[in-house]
């Protein structure tokens, strides 16, 4: 048991619920924005991925809500809006964390179109292999 769990709500919403409140901002970010997109999901398991393989060194994200820092240090994470909500995550928790979250999302049998459309824009086999 990782200390976080992804599910459905009746409105067909990613949704998280921590045993570890440490995780939290985790939780927030990938569902509030990464949310049930799969190509972004799969940009951030390959970044993740190239990043601990030393094919990466950093990457920047910002989405709706969160900023997130990813680097071979760890994952950064600061909320947009809440000055208060901020995490840092080592590499290796971020990457099964963010696993754990594309299992949910493979639960829709458009992922492998996705996967597919990611692997001809990206010119590569997507990194991640749990795909």
């Not at 600061?78 to 594309?102: F, S």
């Not at 999302?105 to 990194?127: F, I, K, M, S, Y």
Request: proline share 2%; with cysteine; charged share 30%.
């Amino acid at each position: 048991m990782s200390g976080i769990e992804f599910h459905w709500s009746k409105e067909r919403i990613a949704e998280y619920h921590s045993t570890d409140r440490r995780l939290a901002c985790l939780g927030m970010w990938l569902t509030d924005d990464i949310q049930s997109v799969h190509e972004l999901c799969l940009d951030l398991l390959a970044d993740l991925e190239d990043i601990a393989a030393g094919r990466k060194q950093s990457e920047s994200w910002e989405g709706n809500a969160w900023a997130a820092e990813l680097s071979a240090e760890g994952v950064d994470l600061q909320n947009l809006w809440r000055d208060v909500l901020k995490a840092h995550y080592p590499l290796g928790e971020t990457r099964r964390v963010v696993a754990q979250y594309w299992r949910l999302l493979t639960e829709d049998p458009d992922r492998t179109r996705a996967v597919t459309e990611w692997e001809r824009d990206n010119g590569r086999q997507h990194p991640y292999q749990g795909l």
